[in-house]
């Protein structure tokens, strides 16, 4: 413990206001020990493609946008990662545009012999949890239509965890 304290926050005096719902995740930077090691993982196994690459870090992404991740040994050359019970990031979550895709990614998850953490439908979508090379824990998943999403008898969300057949999925990202 630093022995700081935390910042004490004082109430609105009204309601808070939505954030916009046009507001999107744009990218996520991730503090990994080894550039190449990384690459092998984001670039080779997900499919991710190199953007740009310089000194300490990578720029990647899907459809040709500017950059999704990047990876950085700005802080953290060769560095531990970061200990159990500890704050930090849980997950970067990706989302893939249909099941098919998601079939696919666990393909390939599966030929490069990486174990899953966990693997969930959670009503609302299918979820497949990994780490990356550093402990970063990563999520691929696939939102199902809002149709099909579980609600309770007054509307509300009604998430969930069930099994996934995931050799039903990798069968799927065949078709």
Do not use: C
């Not at 939505?18 to 092998?40: A, C, F, T």
């Not at 990876?71 to 930090?88: F, Q, R, V, Y």
């Amino acid at each position: 413990m630093s022995g700081r304290s935390a910042p004490k926050l004082t109430p609105l005096a009204s309601p808070a206001v939505p954030v916009d719902p046009g507001v999107r995740i744009g990218h996520v930077h991730l503090k990994v020990s080894n550039i190449e090691r990384s690459l092998r993982f984001w670039r080779d196994v997900l499919g991710f493609e190199v953007m740009q690459q310089r000194e300490g870090a990578v720029f990647i992404a899907a459809g040709g946008y500017h950059h999704h991740i990047a990876l950085n040994t700005w802080e953290s050359l060769g560095g531990p990662p970061p200990a159990k019970g500890t704050t930090g990031l849980y997950h970067v979550a990706i989302l893939y545009p249909n099941r098919q895709a998601l079939g696919r990614a666990l393909a390939r998850v599966h030929a490069a012999n990486i174990k899953l953490t966990g693997a969930s439908d959670h009503g609302v979508s299918i979820a497949l949890y990994l780490d990356d090379p550093d402990g970063n824990g990563v999520e691929l998943y696939w939102d199902k239509p809002e149709s099909d999403w579980p609600r309770t008898a007054d509307g509300k969300l009604a998430m969930g965890r069930a099994p996934v057949d995931l050799a039903a999925l990798i069968r799927d990202g065949a078709a």
